[in-house]
């Protein structure tokens, strides 16, 4: 395959992960990687699709995590490329394989920074059709909330990619609202 889309991701993250909230956040990190995308000038769905593979041997694998993740997706075709931003994400926890390109970067940053979000919509009544940048500020400066999320990564990631924190919750806020409902993050009834 030339490059990865995303039926393709769906269709290959479906053959490891069956677990309710690991497809919940593959949907989140896409949704924030297609907003990425756009704010670079890069091609939405192509990084869409890698955000929903990353985590391809996550569930099968928690404890041996991209170690079983490059051979069968080279086998399945996916671009040595893609290949590459899904095990970047890895940097410093698992791996060695340093972020060295927009999507590799944003990767590497929207993978904990969603689960804050995600965590921030829950808990308003309007979910994240309302959450704006100084709300979401407030919940990350509190280091008890959503307190799995690795916010020393986040804000690597955002050093990285030569932006602040500010800007880069912006767009990853924007990517998640324009899925509110799939990412089950719309207004509660």
């Known amino acids: 395959m030339e490059k990865l889309t995303l039926e393709e991701a769906k269709r290959l993250n479906a053959t ?77 926890l698992r791996n060695d394989v340093k972020p060295e390109t927009l999507m590799e970067k944003s990767l590497f940053t929207v993978d904990e920074l969603s689960g804050i979000i995600q965590a921030a919509a829950r808990m308003r009544p309007m979910g994240i059709t309302d959450l704006e940048v100084p709300s979401f500020m407030k919940k990350f400066k509190d280091k008890k909330f959503a307190a799995k999320c690795n916010r020393e990564l986040i804000l690597k990631g955002c050093e990285m990619l030569g932006m602040d924190l500010r800007e880069v919750s912006e767009i990853a806020i924007r990517g998640m609202k324009a899925h509110a409902d799939e990412l089950r993050l719309g207004p509660k009834a």
């Not at 677990?19 to 704010?39: Q, R, T």
């Not at 985590?55 to 069968?72: A, G, S, V």
């Open 16 to 92: 490891m992960v069956t677990e309710d909230h690991l497809l919940l956040h593959a949907a989140n990190v896409s949704a924030c990687m297609g907003a990425f995308a756009e704010h670079f000038g890069e091609d939405k769905e192509h990084w869409e699709a890698v955000g929903w593979l990353h985590d391809y041997d996550f569930e099968k694998f928690p404890e041996e995590h991209l170690q079983h993740t490059e051979e069968p997706l080279r086998q399945a075709g996916v671009p040595e490329e893609d290949i590459r931003a899904i095990l970047c994400h890895g940097y410093t």
